[in-house]
């Protein structure tokens, strides 16, 4: 398995934006961009996460939920677990 790379997961974590708030459709985002910046409710923050699960295939919410701020942040937590589960220890 190849590793996307970092702009096509920036670009799925922008669309699991998106599809979770719609009205953030064409806001302007970069990876610096923090989703407390974004207006998200809780609710719609976990969303977003669950969508970024299933686009990646990884697994957020039991373990690394709180280890991101920004969407660089969560671009490297996606790789990082992307990697693990390539390549389990």
């Known amino acids: 398995m190849t590793l ?4 096509t997961i920036e670009a799925g974590i922008y669309n699991a934006i998106a599809t979770t ?6 806001f302007p985002m970069s990876p610096e961009t923090r989703f407390v910046s974004l207006g998200l409710e809780s609710l719609e923050f976990i969303s977003v996460v669950f969508a970024m699960e299933e686009a990646f295939d990884i ?11 920004t969407v660089a942040e969560a671009r490297n937590l996606v790789k990082k677990l992307m990697l ?3 390549d389990p220890a």
């Open 84 to 86: 693990e589960e390539k």
């Open 21 to 26: 708030k719609p009205s953030l459709t064409g």
């Open 4 to 7: 996307p790379d970092d702009a």
């Open 59 to 69: 697994i957020i919410v039991d373990r690394q939920l709180d280890t991101f701020r």
